[in-house]
């Protein structure tokens, strides 16, 4: 299966500060790569599909970029709701695969 | 409003048996396969596996594959998960997600269902 490899496992930035999230593969998925953001108590939501589409009704802040096997998430100014965990998700080969997650958190 | 709604939470001892349930509202339920996926406690997410409404064909993650029955009834647009003989270790939280058919991100998410095994 593809291990997704996700860097760094905390993150720590203050409102208004730009954050990158990096996600790695151990092979190629193509474009196939979502990232999901995940709030305490909360199912995780969708953010980001096909490497860099935005889902429906999600901040322009938010944008990815990458393909094959590099890939990253920004978020350009960081707001007090964007404190949350964000996995990345390949789902180019079955089985599915996540990464183990970044926490962004308040510095 | 397009939603998953999915069953309650639920305490069991090792070797019982359990079903839990995700029922789509709001959309064409048999136009989007459905995932699972658990969360064990603090943990990171892992894809279990996924099926067609509309026609009942289920792919399992080798990792879960044997332990777990995913099912579907269409005419209640209910996917179901299921475990046969419940273990400590599968105490978790299981969310159902809807996607496209296909290679395709998971864009609606249920709440999730909580489920302790403990003896």
């Given at each position: 299966?593809?291990?997704m490899?996700?860097?760094?496992?905390?993150?720590?930035?203050?409102?208004g500060?730009r954050?990158?999230?990096?996600?790695?593969?151990?092979?190629?998925?193509?474009?196939?790569l979502?990232?999901?953001?995940?709030?305490?108590?909360?199912?995780?939501?969708?953010?980001?599909?096909?490497?860099?589409?935005?889902?429906?009704?999600?901040p322009?802040?938010?944008?990815?970029s990458?393909?094959g096997?590099?890939?990253t998430?920004?978020?350009s100014?960081?707001?007090?709701?964007?404190?949350a965990?964000?996995?990345?998700q390949?789902?180019?080969?079955?089985?599915w695969?996540?990464?183990?997650?970044t926490?962004?958190?308040?510095? | 409003?397009?939603?998953l709604?999915?069953?309650?939470?639920?305490?069991k001892?090792p070797?019982?048996s359990?079903?839990?349930?995700?029922?789509g509202?709001?959309?064409?339920?048999?136009?989007?396969?459905?995932?699972?996926?658990?969360?064990m406690?603090?943990?990171?997410?892992e894809?279990?596996?996924?099926?067609?409404?509309?026609d009942?064909?289920?792919?399992?993650s080798?990792?879960?594959q044997?332990?777990?029955?995913i099912?579907?009834?269409?005419?209640?647009?209910?996917?179901?998960?299921?475990?046969?003989?419940?273990?400590?270790?599968?105490?978790?939280?299981?969310?159902?997600?809807?996607?496209?058919?296909?290679n395709?991100?998971?864009?609606?998410?249920?709440?999730?269902?909580?489920v302790?095994?403990?003896?």
């Open positions: 299966e593809i291990v490899t996700q860097s760094p496992a905390t993150l720590s930035g203050s409102p500060e954050a990158t999230l990096s996600c790695r593969a151990s092979q190629s998925v193509s474009g196939n979502a990232w999901y953001q995940q709030k305490p108590g909360q199912a995780p939501r969708l953010l980001i599909y096909g490497a860099s589409t935005r889902a429906t009704g999600i322009a802040r938010f944008s990815g990458g393909s096997t590099e890939f998430l920004t978020i100014s960081l707001q007090s709701e964007d404190f965990v964000y996995f990345c390949q789902y180019n080969n079955w089985p695969t996540f990464g183990q997650g926490q962004v958190e308040i510095k | 409003e397009v939603q709604v999915q069953s309650g939470a639920e305490v001892k070797g019982e359990l079903r839990i349930s995700c029922k509202c709001g959309y064409s339920f048999d136009s989007y396969w459905i995932s699972w996926v658990r969360q406690p603090g943990k990171g997410l894809w279990m596996g996924r099926i067609d409404p509309s009942s064909y289920s792919h399992s080798p990792s879960f044997g332990h777990v029955t099912s579907v009834d269409k005419s209640i647009s209910t996917a179901y998960l299921q475990w046969g003989s419940l273990k400590a270790s599968d105490t978790a939280m299981y969310y159902c997600a809807r996607h496209p058919r296909g395709t991100a998971m864009d609606v998410w249920g709440q999730g269902t909580t302790t095994v403990s003896s």
